[in-house]
């Protein structure tokens, strides 16, 4: 049985931007599904253009990339006790079992964009 690859005929299946709008609500939990769902759709449509992983394993890794980051990779995880002189927590992704590679990609780009979004928050504070 042929797993079915993702392809550029599958774009327009994470294209949200014609879809709803859910700005009308101003709570943080909103606005951060709604950027993992925007990174999401980034990561997904950077897969169909490159046309080699089934569609079903884009699904599951993007779920592991999910509880791995939130588990072990965010600054708001209290048993991490591991720290650099700045006191940021010591992050270092390896994928050391990749079929495809396609986790430690999903890792680095929620780790890059958290990065972002607390370099951003750090930068507006007084």
Not at 14 to 38: E, P, Q, Y
Not at 83 to 106: E, F, Q, T, Y
Request: charged share 25%; proline share 2%; aromatic share 6%.
């Amino acid at each position: 049985m042929q797993k079915k690859k993702l392809s550029r005929r599958h774009l327009h299946l994470f294209d949200r931007t014609n879809g709803t709008d859910n700005t009308s609500v101003d709570d943080d939990s909103s606005n951060d599904n709604n950027i993992k769902d925007d990174l999401f759709d980034q990561f997904s449509t950077s897969v169909c253009h490159a046309g080699v992983v089934a569609r079903k394993e884009v699904f599951e890794t993007w779920a592991s990339a999910l509880h791995i980051h939130y588990t072990f990779l965010t600054d708001d995880n209290p048993t991490d006790s591991s720290s650099s002189s700045s006191g940021r927590p010591i992050k270092r992704i390896v994928d050391v079992a990749s079929g495809h590679g396609l986790l430690a990609w999903a890792l680095l780009l929620l780790s890059d964009e958290e990065e972002r979004r607390s370099s951003n928050n750090n930068s507006n504070t007084p």
